[in-house]
């Protein structure tokens, strides 16, 4: 009889757990949904532009975005010149095929703007596969009524091996 | 093995019937399909007719560069707008009595004009939404959650509202409005806004926040002096304005976040955010204020007495695209 009652005593204590569990100690907030400020539209925008030109391999638009003394740096590594990220993009055996931006923020400093967003890309390298979340920050220097971007610091984010294609942006979480 | 074979034979002759009955109705209706909008009822001699079903779910219209998403829509009509004016709403700038007054005739003013109408082309299943706001309530918070917020401040914020005079009301929007000495993280260097829901006093409350765009002009503010500025060079007002106007469309089509938005994400509004389409300038002659005419101002709508210049928001008809009027 008490072999009997025992999994209807395993079963309610689960219920339990599962209503317990169910019980928010705090209210569960849904992501939100930004009305994004002027500039984050703006470097949205730019920083689109320059992923795809370097998806139509578009040297002559990318130079055209960039400073002259434009650099990438990265952790443990020396600073990539921008000449050299130039042709490590624009080579053949680097295709990016798809690309997302999220969590951008901007700190407008007037002629100079710092731009801090998260990278989703789906990318072929030497023929293996380079997907993953990348942390950008951008420095952005004024040019007259455009922008260029003057230096880069980007750090790839560790665990996140895929992207989801259709990402909604929630803007803070 | 025996009761195998009464499973066996329960199992066909349950087949049987179903398959007959399938049959029979096929047969039935075999002369024409209902269509959307029709339903079928026998005549009581084995024949059947279609008639007009008015209990027929509306069809929800798609096609137009933004998608459906199965969750509702506010239907409400007027859906209520609740405002709940937090930090110092009595000091310099546009964090004045000017402003609050300003805002909530503008609320007031908003709802059936052929602006707020092009909301109305977005429904649900059961419905579309009505282009009808109205002014539910408005209250002061002058700081129960200091003035560096997140979150979490803002979810206590509206939360105290409700025994502060504004009723916990699933159909309305509510609005923190935040003055000008605020903080909230991400305000000014993500966004200007931002709108979502909540289970609050167990109820899905659907609300947003709107920082003073005095903040920060050069990221939130159309202007430095709007077409409703009392002074030069003071155009919060009419900024938050924009960012509210944004927020509560996107709060009517979007509430639960699972309704109306596309491939990449963007609700309607901010398919057109910052994008205002035609303008005009003012002057001496329309309804801005003489720091607006003076400063030559730019406005796009005119209604309730005044000139506004509020962002384009995404008409979910002929085709889509960024308008200032619907029809």
């Known amino acids: 009889m008490l072999a009997r009652c025992i999994p209807c005593l395993l079963g309610g204590v689960i219920l339990t757990w599962t209503v317990a569990a169910q019980e928010p100690v705090v209210p569960t907030l849904t992501p939100t949904i930004i009305t994004a400020t002027k500039q984050v539209t703006l470097f949205t925008g730019l920083e689109k532009q320059i992923l795809q030109a370097v998806q139509k391999k578009d040297k002559a638009g990318l130079e055209a975005m960039l400073t002259e003394d434009f650099e990438i740096a990265m952790p443990h590594a020396d600073a990539v010149a921008g000449e050299d990220w130039l042709d490590s993009v624009l080579a053949k055996d680097f295709t990016l095929r798809t690309f997302v931006i999220s969590q951008m923020s901007v700190v407008d400093l007037g002629d100079y703007a710092v731009v801090k967003y998260e990278r989703g890309q789906q990318a072929t390298l030497k023929g293996k596969a380079y997907d993953g979340e990348f942390f950008v920050v951008d420095l952005w220097k004024k040019s007259g009524d455009s ?27 | 093995m025996c009761t195998f074979r009464k499973v066996s034979l329960a199992l066909t002759m349950v087949f049987v019937i179903v398959a007959s009955s399938a049959l029979m109705a096929q047969s039935i209706l075999n002369h024409r399909e209902a269509q959307r909008g029709e339903k079928v009822v026998p005549n009581g001699d084995g024949s059947v007719s279609l008639v007009p079903d008015n209990d027929a779910k509306p069809a929800v219209v798609t096609g137009n560069g933004i998608n459906y998403n199965g969750g509702p829509v506010l239907q409400g009509n007027p859906v209520p707008i609740y405002l709940i004016w937090y930090g110092n709403w009595n000091a310099s700038g546009s964090n004045t009595a000017a402003t609050v007054s300003l805002v909530e005739h503008y609320v007031n003013s908003l709802g059936n004009t052929p602006y707020e109408k092009i909301n109305s082309t977005y429904g649900d299943t059961t419905g579309n939404v009505s282009g009808n706001v109205t002014l539910g309530g408005a209250i002061f918070d002058t700081g129960s959650q200091g003035t560096r917020l997140n979150n979490n401040r803002l979810s206590a914020i509206v939360t105290r509202s409700f025994s502060n005079g504004l009723p916990t009301d699933p159909n309305g929007v509510y609005f923190v409005l935040t003055s000008s000495n605020v903080s909230e993280r991400g305000f000014c260097s993500s966004f200007c806004g931002f709108h979502t829901r909540q289970t609050l006093n167990g109820t899905d409350i659907k609300w947003a926040f709107v920082g003073n765009p005095d903040r920060c002009p050069s990221g939130c503010e159309i202007q430095t002096t709007g077409p409703n500025s009392p002074a030069t060079g003071v155009g919060g007002a009419d900024g938050l304005i924009n960012v509210l106007t944004h927020e509560q469309e996107e709060a009517i089509s ?17 398919k057109c955010n910052f994008n205002f389409g035609t303008t005009s300038t003012c002057n001496g002659s329309n309804g801005c204020t003489p720091a607006g005419a003076s400063a030559g101002a730019k406005f796009n709508q005119t209604f309730g007495g005044n000139d506004w210049m509020i962002q384009q928001n995404w008409e979910n008809a002929n085709g889509g695209g960024c308008v200032q009027h619907f029809p």
């Open chain 2, 254 to 270: 979007d509430p639960d976040l699972n309704a109306w938005f596309d491939n990449s994400g963007q609700e309607n509004a901010d």
């Open chain 1, 147 to 173: 922008w260029k971007l003057a230096n880069r610091y980007v750090a790839k984010i560790p665990g996140v091996a895929n992207i989801k294609a259709k990402a909604r942006p929630t803007g803070k979480e």
